[in-house]
């Protein structure tokens, strides 16, 4: 099981990245997927999450509206596409999975990519 984040960069406020998580060893559809980020200083936070028992996305308030989430089974590719980007923003971000169907918190999830740095600065 290997996960490869890729995407991050340094982009201005209210600008957009697209991060992406290649999976290989599984087939993504059949894990419940997340994206997490962590800034200097502060815990994992969950950002979003494709739930494997019926496709159900979960968001964290602070994105709501702004990012996406979003599998391709074909390419068997996590995205995440960020809009409107802000400062807070700021963080490394990883991608995540597990067998389980919950979009829990970051200890229940057994599958880690590398983590990918998101900038949002002027």
């Known amino acids: 099981v290997q996960l490869q984040a890729s995407g991050g960069g340094l982009v201005p406020p209210g600008g957009s990245l697209r991060l992406s998580c290649a999976a290989s060893?599984?087939?993504?559809?059949?894990?419940?997927v997340a994206w997490f980020r962590q800034a200097p200083g502060k815990e994992r936070d969950r950002v979003s999450c494709?739930?494997?028992?019926?496709?159900?996305?979960y968001y964290a308030d602070s994105v709501k509206g702004r990012f996406t989430i979003s599998a391709d089974n074909a390419e068997n590719t996590l995205y995440l596409q960020m809009n409107s980007l802000k400062p807070e923003d700021t963080a490394v971000y990883y991608c995540?999975?597990?067998?389980?169907?919950?979009?829990?918190?970051?200890?229940?999830?057994?599958?880690w990519g590398q983590g990918t740095q998101v900038t949002v600065s002027s």
């Open positions: 995540a999975a597990r067998s389980g169907y919950g979009c829990y918190d970051s200890q229940f999830f057994g599958a």
């Open positions: 494709i739930s494997s028992k019926d496709g159900s996305t």
């Open positions: 060893g599984f087939t993504l559809r059949d894990f419940t």
